[in-house]
Every structure is written in structure tokens, then in C-alpha cells.
């Protein structure tokens, strides 16, 4: 499975951003997709997945992101409103195949947010 991540950037407090993510190779319908941030000093952590039609958020997201997939392009997006300085990390693209312990992950794309 390979992932290829697209979108972050640098964007000030309160602006929005969209992150894409496609998988290609032996990848099934039934998979869990989504998105971890790292920010310098800290942990990976959970920003959002999505299996089937069921999500999942870290608590710090509070109704300002939003994540959804295309089943039939094998990617996920995820869509951040009103972005703080403490978004700011490394994000990276998830990938689990149904039945699976085996995690992939993208190369990670940057996200800054100014104040």
C-alpha cells in the first residue's frame, strides 16, 4: 500500500485548509483511513478516521474538521476550519486494511498556523 498526501501549508489563525490522501496498491473497500499530526516535541496523535461511514475525532478537533472518503478513489479528505497555532505539525495520512494490525503511513505533509 502506498499513500500520497496532498495540501497543507501555511495559513493564518481562523483560515481554513484541506488535506487529501490517496492509497493505491493492494488496498480493499473495507479499510480504515485517516489522519495523525505530530507536533515537534509531542506525540503522534488522532485527528480523524473513518471506516465505512463511521468517524472518529481527537478531542481537540471540536466540530472544526471534518473528514470523508471516496470509496471508489481510495482517498480520504480532511477538511479544517477555523485553524489554531496549536494545529500546527506534521500530518500524516493512515491506513489500516480490514482484518489488519499493519498500519501504513504517507510521508507527511506540513501544516503551520500562524497567530
Known amino acids: 500500500v502506498q499513500l500520497q498526501a496532498f495540501g497543507g501549508g501555511l495559513v493564518q489563525a481562523g483560515e481554513s485548509l484541506r488535506l487529501s490522501c490517496a492509497a493505491s496498491?493492494?488496498?480493499?473497500?473495507?479499510?480504515?483511513m485517516g489522519w495523525y499530526r505530530q507536533a515537534p516535541g509531542k506525540e503522534r496523535e488522532l485527528v480523524a478516521s473513518i471506516l465505512s461511514t463511521t468517524t472518529n475525532y481527537g478531542d481537540f478537533v471540536k466540530g472544526r474538521f471534518t473528514i470523508s472518503r471516496d470509496n471508489a478513489k481510495n482517498t480520504v479528505n480532511l477538511q479544517m476550519n477555523n485553524l489554531k497555532p496549536e494545529d500546527t505539525g506534521v500530518y500524516y495520512c493512515?491506513?489500516?486494511?480490514?482484518?489488519?494490525?499493519?498500519?501504513?503511513w504517507g510521508q507527511g505533509t506540513q501544516v503551520t498556523v500562524s497567530s
Open positions: 493512515h491506513f489500516r486494511p480490514a482484518g489488519s494490525r499493519t498500519d501504513y
Open positions: 496498491g493492494r488496498t480493499a473497500s473495507f479499510n480504515r
